[in-house]
């Protein structure tokens, strides 16, 4: 079953710093652009960041530059090196791609920062 899996989620103080994990399972990652999003309940999925498929990346404004996206083909994963977090960065954090023609989003994995 072709699925994307995040992990690397938890609860951390205001300015510490978290790496989020999106590893394909049946899923090549090399071969399209991978985005991460964040939703807080009861507000609309928002956009973070995303890589190329040649590794050129974007930012939102929101998290730029306190985040880094990079991808390993080698162990086809992305990562998500987020620093300087704040209780605003407070989300579950979903990673998506493109493959083979349909969009495959992960479970999710829930970042908390607080005191």
């Known amino acids: 079953q072709a699925q994307l899996v995040e992990s690397g989620g938890g609860l951390v103080q205001p300015g510490g710093s978290l790496r989020l994990s999106c590893q394909g399972s049946?899923?090549?990652?090399?071969?399209?652009?991978v985005a991460w999003h964040r939703q807080v309940p009861g507000n609309q999925r928002e956009w973070v960041a995303t890589?190329?498929?040649?590794?050129?990346?974007r930012y939102a404004d929101s998290v730029n530059p306190r985040f880094h996206i990079w991808r390993d083909n080698a162990m086809n994963t992305v990562y998500l090196q987020m620093s300087s977090l704040q209780p605003q960065d407070t989300a579950v954090y979903y990673c998506?791609?493109?493959?083979?023609?349909?969009?495959?989003w992960g479970q999710g994995t829930q970042v908390t920062v607080s005191s």
């Open positions: 049946g899923i090549t990652l090399s071969t399209n652009g």
């Open positions: 998506t791609t493109l493959f083979r023609g349909r969009t495959y």
């Open positions: 890589v190329a498929s040649g590794g050129a990346t």
